[in-house]
């Protein structure tokens, strides 16, 4: 991975609280994994900036590395890699992801 790459997804990451990596857009999903994480937040109520790894080869590839995580959709919040959407599904369903954003002072939905 590049310098440059590496510097964009780091950036990217640690200036925005909530940060999905993803295929396609939050209006768009180009896959069903993405999809899933984007509903979650978005019943959640989450204010989160998204990163359409489709539209860069180098960013799709940088960010399996960045986080050692072989798939995407990858979720950061406040500068920490949380995980995929079995994760994110698990965590959700669980309560967890809740607990975890409010713990991290990410506003959510009442």
């Keep these: 991975m590049s310098d ?6 780091d950036e990217a990451v640690k200036t925005n609280d909530v940060v999905l ?8 999903p180009q896959c069903g994994f993405s999809s ?3 509903q979650i937040l978005d019943v959640l ?14 960013v799709r590839e940088g960010i399996k590395v960045y986080s050692d995580w072989p798939t995407i959709p990858q979720l950061y919040v406040k500068g920490e890699f949380v995980g995929g959407c079995d994760i994110i599904r698990e965590m959700y369903e669980s309560g967890e992801l809740r607990d975890f954003m409010s713990d991290k002072g990410v506003e959510l939905a009442a």
């Design 45 to 58: 109520g989450v204010e989160y900036v998204s990163n359409n790894v489709l539209e860069d080869q180098s």
């Design 4 to 9: 440059a790459v590496q510097a964009a997804i």
């Design 36 to 38: 899933v994480v984007v």
């Design 21 to 28: 990596f993803m295929k396609g857009t939050p209006t768009f």
